[in-house]
């Protein structure tokens, strides 16, 4: 049973630079949550969809950031230009309902230099 | 919007003592949901609390839901170093489901 397939897992560039982080959500699932944590902030919800709609997207930092969701099998979060302060682990999680259980992806470690 | 906070956002215990973290929300609850982030790992789902008043129990681990749906907590008795990481709540609001902070555990053998 395949869970939430998030790539890469780590990704290292420079400042400036494009970066896509990718979602595979569980299959069936129709809400689809992207999440950003660091030691100093904790767990943030940047944004969520349902049925690829995105439904809130008031956690994201700033219009550097955007996310997208094409189909119901595949999300990405774009940072653009990248900052050093965008350095932290991405998690994407899904669940099949907005007030079941999500499960979470192994996340992206992301840094920048 | 809603918000859920949590305390401590620290624990540091003995081994075979016993820990405990605290969630409330601003608002009542549809549920509360309770999750465990190992060290390096992801945050895995433990539990679900619907019921007012709700208790469940996981061997060491015990989850509570206040009467008025708006505060929980989750009690680990004796706890061990496999406890270590961190716990976080999430409060469903009509289906707005919001994290905590969450609270880390370390444990000293």
């Known amino acids: 049973d395949a869970g939430v397939i998030q790539s890469p897992r780590h990704e290292v560039t420079e400042m400036g630079q494009e970066v896509t982080l990718r979602c595979k959500p569980i299959?069936?699932?129709?809400?689809l949550f992207w999440y950003r944590q660091t030691m100093m902030r904790g767990l943030e919800l940047l944004i969520y969809?349902?049925?690829?709609?995105?439904?809130?997207d008031s956690g994201m930092p700033e219009d550097r950031f955007s996310a997208k969701m094409p189909n119901a099998s595949f999300s990405t979060l774009k940072i653009q230009p990248s900052e050093p302060r965008d350095s932290a682990v991405y998690f994407c999680?899904?669940?099949?309902?907005?007030?079941?259980?999500?499960?979470f992806g192994d996340g992206t470690r992301l840094s920048i230099l | 919007g809603q918000q859920v906070m949590q305390i401590p956002q620290y624990q540091h215990v003995q081994e075979g003592e016993d820990f405990t973290t605290y969630c409330n929300s601003s608002t009542t609850l549809s549920n509360i949901q309770w999750y465990k982030q190992r060290p390096g790992g992801h945050p895995v789902f433990l539990i679900q609390l619907v019921k007012s008043g709700e208790v469940k129990k996981q061997k060491r681990l015990t989850f509570q839901f206040g009467e008025a749906k708006k505060n929980s907590s989750l009690h680990i008795t004796a706890t061990q170093t496999t406890d270590v990481g961190t716990y976080f709540c999430?409060?469903?609001?009509?289906?707005?489901?919001?994290f905590g902070a969450g609270t880390r555990l370390t444990v000293k053998p």
């Open positions: 299959s069936g699932h129709d809400y």
């Open positions: 999680a899904s669940s099949p309902s907005g007030y079941q259980p999500q499960h």
């Open positions: 999430a409060g469903d609001n009509n289906n707005d489901m919001r």
């Open positions: 969809f349902n049925n690829n709609v995105p439904i809130d």
